[in-house]
């Protein structure tokens, strides 16, 4: 297959068979599905798809996003010089709630402006990903489940367990609404809303109900989120 050079302004084919003549953006991107971009302002897209694998290695059939493959490159794009933001895109059922929140955690303590998109869906552990960026958006069809925290496997019926989901419930609650526009009490009452799913509870939020109810910033496609990503880099140049 052909893909055409558009790093160097002209339509010369880059060979992407396997081999080393492989161009090096088109192997990271099928490596870690991340790339860094040159136009206007040089940034790095960082995708979050699938399911998000923590300490378990999910089946091999499923997509995934490894949180050991994400935390080098974070701390890459904050070191890195000549990377002046970040441009995160969503598409995730959720997963591992440690290592997304640790993953989210990573993202809003950057310096660099970063910006999230999400597309398809934010799903659980997805959401707190999606508002650690310093701006976010979502696309009308997307859409956004929030509900309570869910654990696999032998759980003890005794009171120590409530109480250890209680205490991670509130350690999500608390980032989500630290770095959105959304009160907890109302990120509480959504995630606890049994009117909605008929064998689960939580609440389903598509775009427009997403913005609305401050969960995230903005309704936008691709070309909104970078539009602000390079509004945010020449702010913060001016400020320098």
Same mark, same amino acid.
């Given at each position: 297959?052909?893909?055409?050079?558009?790093?160097n @302004?002209?339509?010369?084919?880059?060979?992407?068979?396997?081999?080393d003549?492989?161009?090096?953006?088109?192997?990271?991107?099928?490596?870690?599905?991340?790339?860094?971009?040159?136009?206007?302002?040089?940034?790095?897209?960082? =995708?979050? $798809?699938?399911?998000?694998?923590?300490?378990?290695?999910?089946?091999? /059939?499923?997509?995934?996003?490894?949180?050991?493959?994400? $935390?080098?490159?974070?701390?890459?794009?904050?070191e890195?010089?000549?990377?002046?933001?970040?441009?995160?895109?969503?598409?995730?059922v959720?997963? /591992?709630?440690?290592?997304?929140?640790?993953?989210?955690e990573?993202?809003? @303590?950057?310096?660099?402006p970063?910006?999230?998109?999400?597309?398809?869906?934010?799903?659980?552990?997805?959401?707190?990903?999606?508002?650690?960026?310093?701006?976010?958006?979502?696309?009308?069809?997307?859409?956004?489940?929030?509900h309570?925290?869910?654990?696999?496997?032998?759980?003890?019926?005794?009171?120590?367990?409530?109480?250890?989901?209680?205490?991670m419930q509130?350690?999500?609650?608390?980032?989500?609404?630290?770095?959105?526009?959304?009160?907890?009490?109302?990120?509480?009452?959504?995630?606890?809303?049994?009117?909605?799913?008929?064998? /689960?509870?939580? =609440?389903?939020?598509?775009?427009?109900?997403?913005?609305?109810?401050?969960?995230?910033?903005?309704? @936008? #496609?691709?070309?909104?989120?970078? #539009?602000?990503?390079?509004?945010?880099i020449?702010?913060?140049?001016?400020?320098?």
């Amino acid at each position: 297959m052909l893909f055409y050079n558009a790093q160097n @302004g002209n339509n010369e084919p880059c060979n992407n068979n396997s081999g080393d003549n492989k161009d090096p953006d088109w192997q990271k991107i099928e490596e870690s599905g991340s790339v860094t971009a040159k136009g206007r302002h040089t940034i790095h897209c960082l =995708t979050v $798809i699938g399911q998000i694998e923590g300490h378990s290695i999910l089946p091999s /059939d499923a997509k995934t996003t490894k949180y050991e493959h994400i $935390i080098p490159q974070l701390v890459s794009v904050e070191e890195n010089k000549d990377i002046e933001g970040m441009l995160i895109i969503l598409n995730t059922v959720g997963g /591992d709630v440690e290592a997304g929140l640790a993953l989210a955690e990573l993202i809003a @303590g950057m310096k660099k402006p970063t910006v999230s998109l999400v597309l398809g869906g934010g799903h659980s552990i997805g959401v707190p990903l999606a508002v650690s960026a310093k701006c976010s958006f979502i696309v009308p069809s997307a859409t956004m489940t929030v509900h309570p925290v869910r654990s696999s496997g032998l759980v003890l019926g005794v009171p120590q367990t409530m109480d250890f989901f209680e205490r991670m419930q509130k350690r999500i609650t608390g980032f989500v609404a630290k770095n959105s526009k959304v009160d907890e009490k109302r990120l509480t009452d959504m995630m606890l809303n049994t009117d909605e799913l008929t064998t /689960d509870m939580g =609440t389903v939020l598509d775009g427009e109900m997403a913005v609305n109810c401050g969960l995230i910033d903005k309704i @936008g #496609s691709l070309s909104d989120a970078l #539009s602000e990503l390079y509004r945010m880099i020449d702010e913060s140049e001016r400020e320098e």
